[in-house]
């Protein structure tokens, strides 16, 4: 089956450290992208990457880094740096740049 | 397992039609519904429906939450070209605002 996978689901970690969260497509695109969505709020951007070895900020990127290396994977770690790091997080891809994004099922970041 | 469904899944007008997009879920601890618009980058916010029966408008959209029928549409009026997009419907849940995404509409006005 094809598709976006996020794991965990929920994710608890202490206030100070840094968390991965991980972010995996099978289906061969090339673009991909991370978003944060709170209560009452629309998605906002923080990553995204058009290729494989390339990224680009997004709207809300301080306090966040990310990778790709691969081209089906595009893991957001969440630093000790961003100050309101509870969220849920999605992940989506799109085959390219601007078409139709596919999105994960998201994870749930919970800083205690 | 949280559902969420869209229809159609493409449709194509002309300028000045009036078009309907159908929302329609199945989800435990429903909190909001929420619709975007996605063209090139981040999908843009348009509406937030809680209570159902109240219309929501923002110029040539509106969009009303069913409660009973566990739906909403979105109505766009006197379509234009800018309005060719992807309509995505997304449901919130209690359990830490995640989001279920529908599968998505994809809108083409013609000129």
């Known amino acids: 089956d094809g598709g976006i996978t996020q794991s965990p689901k929920y994710l608890f970690r202490k206030e100070g450290q840094n968390v991965t969260l991980s972010c995996e497509q099978n289906l061969n695109h090339d673009a991909m992208y991370w978003y944060r969505q709170d209560p009452g709020q629309g998605l906002r951007l923080i990553y995204y990457?058009?290729?494989?070895?390339?990224?680009q900020k997004g709207d809300i990127a301080e306090g966040y880094s990310v990778s790709r290396e691969k081209k089906e994977s595009f893991p957001l770690t969440v630093t000790s740096a961003q100050k309101n790091p509870t969220a849920f997080y999605l992940c989506a891809s799109s085959i390219d740049w601007g078409n139709e994004q596919f999105f994960g099922p998201g994870t749930r970041l919970t800083v205690l | 397992e949280d559902k969420v469904v869209q229809s159609p899944l493409s449709l194509v007008v002309h300028e000045g039609d009036t078009v309907t997009l159908n929302c329609s879920y199945e989800?435990?601890?429903?909190?909001?519904l929420l619709w975007y618009k996605q063209e090139k980058k981040a999908p843009t916010f348009l509406f937030m429906l809680?209570?159902?029966?109240i219309e929501k408008k923002s110029g040539r959209l509106s969009s009303i939450l069913d409660k009973k029928e566990l739906s909403s549409i979105l109505n766009i009026t006197a379509t234009q070209t800018g309005d060719s997009a992807i309509y995505l419907c997304?449901?919130?849940?209690?359990?830490?605002?995640?989001?279920?995404f529908g599968g998505g509409t994809r809108l083409m006005v013609k000129p």
């Open positions: 997304a449901v919130e849940v209690d359990a830490g605002n995640m989001l279920t």
């Open positions: 990457s058009q290729i494989v070895n390339d990224f």
């Open positions: 809680t209570s159902s029966g």
């Open positions: 989800v435990t601890n429903f909190r909001s």
